[in-house]
Each structure stands twice: as structure tokens, then as C-alpha cells.
């Protein structure tokens, strides 16, 4: 079983809704992260000594923050007022929780989310969320370069991308602090 220490926090970043308008099954492999995302979110929330950030990502509507991530091979993606911008209901936050919005990869870059971790006095981030490659590795890394223990439940992030993309990312955030790829059964072991 996982120790927790006493200055913990749990950020979960841009656990969201899908496109209703893609009209298509969800994936077994995005039903299985999504399962473990709701036994880690249920897990803390039952702890209820460990406080919780939400992390949404969001656009404007006039697309102007985009900035250059459409240059890229992402698409126009979670625009206000789309259901792609709301909160996946089973982990989204409830009273007494904390939300940030971002509008980049990372859940640090242009956000307050710094300012209130070191206000809740956390130093060990346990991470879960989407995408395993782009926004949990990107949020990983600036937790790391700000000095924050990073733990990573593996099976609780999901991507889209090869499972060999995924890991790859997972192996590097493994690389820049040992011990920070756990699984979700570290919690209940």
C-alpha cells in the first residue's frame, strides 16, 4: 500500500467529456482509464484529508488562444459552451474541491494553479488524467521543475495515442524522479 504524505494534493487534469457529435462507442481502453480515474477520485475523496484540483481545459470561442497547438496535429477541441468543455460528471469536482482552467498543454502554464498549491502547502501531486502524452506529461514536468514530488497512477491517465507513445511519456516522467509511475493498486495494496 501507498503511503500519502501529510502536504498531498490530487490534481486531475482534463478528465472531460467527449464530442457526443463524433457518434461513436467509447473505447474499452478509455472505459478502463476512466474506471480508474473515478477508484482514485472516489479514493481521496473518501480520505477527505487530501484536497482535490480539477483541471479543465478550455478555449475561447473566437479561437484566440489556441496559439500555435493547432499547427500541430490537434484540432479544434474544447471550445466554451461545447460539451467537450465540461467536466466528466464522476470525477468532476464537488463542494469543496478546486478547480483551474488552462488553455495549454500544461495545468501550470498561465494559471494560477502554483499559487494555490503552495497556499494548500502541497508538496506531493499524485496525477491522474488525459492525455497521458501531451497534458498529464507536460503538468508532470512542470511539477517537477517547480520542486513538487510527482506521482503518476499510470492506469488512471489515457491518451488516444499507441500504447507505445503513452509509455514513452510515463518512462520519462519516471526518469526525472524515480518511483513516480505507481499504480492505481498501490492504493488498495
Known amino acids: 500500500m501507498i503511503e500519502i504524505p501529510k502536504h498531498s494534493a490530487l490534481i486531475i487534469v482534463d478528465i472531460q467529456n467527449s464530442d457526443p457529435n463524433k457518434k461513436r462507442d467509447i473505447p474499452e481502453k478509455r472505459m478502463n482509464y476512466l474506471k480508474n480515474a473515478e477508484r482514485v477520485t472516489n479514493y481521496f475523496r473518501e480520505r477527505g484529508d487530501v484536497p482535490i484540483v480539477h483541471i ?9 488562444d489556441f496559439g500555435r497547438e493547432l499547427e500541430g496535429a490537434e484540432n479544434i477541441h474544447c ?5 467537450e468543455a465540461t467536466y466528466y460528471e464522476p470525477t468532476g469536482p464537488i463542494e469543496g474541491e478546486y478547480t483551474i ?3 495549454r498543454y500544461s495545468a501550470f502554464f498561465g494559471t494560477d494553479l502554483e499559487i494555490l498549491l503552495r497556499g494548500l502547502k502541497a508538496d506531493h501531486l499524485f496525477i491522474i488524467g488525459g492525455m497521458t502524452d501531451i497534458c498529464v506529461h507536460y503538468t508532470a514536468v512542470d511539477a517537477h ?8 497512477f499510470k492506469e488512471a491517465c ?6 507505445e ?3 514513452a511519456a510515463l518512462d520519462n516522467i ?4 524515480t ?3 505507481i499504480s492505481v493498486e498501490n492504493l488498495f495494496n
Do not use: C, M, W
Not at 479543465?56 to 484566440?64: A, C, P, Q, S
Not at 489515457?158 to 500504447?163: A, I
Not at 519516471?174 to 524522479?177: I, L, S, V
Open 165 to 167: 507513445v503513452a509509455q
Open 158 to 163: 489515457g491518451t488516444p495515442s499507441s500504447d
Open 79 to 83: 471550445v466554451e459552451g461545447t460539451p
Open 174 to 177: 519516471e526518469y526525472f524522479q
Open 145 to 152: 521543475q517547480f520542486n513538487y514530488h510527482v506521482h503518476v
Open 179 to 181: 518511483g513516480s509511475v
Open 101 to 103: 482552467e488552462k488553455r
Open 56 to 64: 479543465l481545459e478550455i478555449h475561447r470561442k473566437d479561437l484566440i
